[in-house]
């Protein structure tokens, strides 16, 4: 079967995922990753390995697009009121999560310390895609929803950090370092500035050439260009493709003076890719792990639930967030994807010896959060009452007009 046929039937399970979701009232991600997990090897076999992989350049500048939105939400009028706030709620659910990993990974199921430390510093790391997906589908908006986005562009970037901090203590420990201890502590931090510096530069150039863009059809074409060309440069240098979009994204919010139309462009052409993304990332789940996972990898899970929930809550409370932050932001930070699958490469050619197991535990949680991760952001999105929230706010904007206007 040729892989354009595979292509088509890809977009018709996700389509009819996304609506069967919609039907038992969830959100549209979650029909997209089951349409495409009955279509993978775990069930149909009608979208093998090898179609995944020569697909790949989907999946890559859908998540290039979602870094570049989310980047929209970090607005420098805005995050001078929660910046604070943002940093310690990151910074606890990260530190939570890794320390109740490693407690239970080390003490309870009495793995070594490198498999501990190592798979510990990888529970850091949230997937944005399924949450902003829920967030769009939804309309939501209000002190979670503005919330959620950065924690979980800021979540990544310490993740990235506190992985290479591991790797480099598990090095020292196993002895198989040869660079000075300097510089495998420096490396990770040499990765993200790199990134947001290429962000940056793009940033600056997109910001500018949106002048020359007359239309929305030639805008998008520009935006798309950016991305691609940054993505490109970022994994060529070995930074964060990731990283880098958020930051161009970040620089056009500040920069441009009407940002709404850059990112408005958008719309007319990510819904088919986000649907393409998600349907193959289902598609790319196993089920077959879940017979050699065991109980480790369920209690991966549950200590990953824990200690992002608990840690969330506690930075919330430290920060003096509002209720509806401290009681659901945790649930919103469940998905893991597309970064802890990257990072077990690099174990891969770190820790051989380690590999198999840390992988294969990773992908049963990615199975696990993936599936129901949009599930729990729902809830809490619904907990919290922002679903319609940019309905709402735009309502509220049109009642104030005419009162303006009298006044006047």
Known sequence: MNILLKLGLVILAGLVGGKVARFFKLPDVTGYLLAGLFLGGSFLGLVSEQDISALEIISELALAVIAFSIGSEFIVKEMKKLGKAIFIITLAEVIGAVVVVFSVVYYLFQQNFVFSIIIASMSAATAPAATLMVIRQFRARGPLTQTILPVVALDDVFGIIIFGLAV????????????????????????????????????LILTYACKFAPDNESLLGLI??????????????GFSPLLACIMIGTMVVNLKHNPNRVFSSLNG?????????????????????????????????????CGKMAGAWAGAKIASSPDVI???????????????????????????????????????????????????????????????????????????????????
């Open 224 to 237: 798309l260009a950016v991305i691609g060309i940054t993505t490109g440069i970022a994994n060529w240098l």
């Open 168 to 203: 480099s203590v598990a090095k020292i420990v196993t002895g198989v370092s040869e660079q000075p201890l300097a510089i495998m502590i420096v490396k990770p931090f040499i990765e993200i500035a790199g990134s947001l510096l290429l962000g940056s530069v793009f940033g």
């Open 326 to 408: 401290r009681k659901y932001l945790g649930l919103a930070l469940l998905p893991q994807g597309g970064i802890s699958i990257g990072l077990t490469v690099i174990v891969r050619q770190m820790f051989p010896g380690q590999a198999e197991a840390i992988a294969t535990i990773i992908m049963f949680s990615v199975l696990v959060y993936e599936t129901t991760g949009p599930i729990f952001a729902k809830i809490a999105i619904q907990k919290a009452g922002e679903v319609d929230g940019l309905n709402k706010k735009t309502e509220l904007s049109q009642n104030e007009c005419p009162q303006e206007a009298v006044s006047l």
């Open 269 to 305: 052409f990510t819904p088919p890719l986000y649907l393409l993304f998600f349907t193959l990332a289902g598609a790319s789940l196993d089920l077959r792990i879940l017979a050699s996972v065991g109980f480790l990898g369920v209690g991966y899970i549950l200590a990953r639930i």
